[in-house]
């Protein structure tokens, strides 16, 4: 039983998906959900110049209730770039069989 849910690079483009948006994520908080994401835009910023995005704002206005944003623009590292640094030599891709997990557990571990 679960009740972390993750999402990097949260974005939203179709109205079909910002529509159904609201309810998921409301009836997830209902549940005691604790929902996680990234995005490269701010919540009010979510499905900016949407077609009908109007119908859109009723679940923008209800994530301040449940969320704490976070901004990393006014953090003086950008640690996308530190991450990237961090794995060069690997190549910024993780494999997870059983031998990679004693150096991804130790990254993780630091983080």
């Known amino acids: 039983k679960g009740k972390l849910l993750c999402f ?3 974005q939203v483009t ?10 998921l994520f409301t009836l997830l908080w209902e549940q005691g959900g604790i929902v996680v994401a ?9 499905y900016l110049h949407g077609i009908q995005r109007d119908l859109f ?5 209800v994530l301040p209730q449940h969320c704490q944003v976070v901004s990393m623009w ?8 530190l ?3 961090q794995t060069q030599d690997r190549g ?12 991804f557990t130790d990254m993780f571990t630091k983080l």
């Open 74 to 81: 006014d953090s003086p590292v950008d640690y996308r770039l």
């Open 83 to 85: 991450q990237a640094a």
């Open 92 to 103: 910024g891709v993780f494999f997870t069989g059983e031998e990679h997990h004693p150096p």
């Open 38 to 46: 990234t995005s490269n835009r701010p919540p009010p910023d979510l």
């Open 14 to 23: 179709d109205i079909a998906d910002a529509m159904i948006l609201k309810r």
């Open 8 to 10: 990097d690079e949260f």
């Open 57 to 61: 704002l009723p679940f923008i206005n």
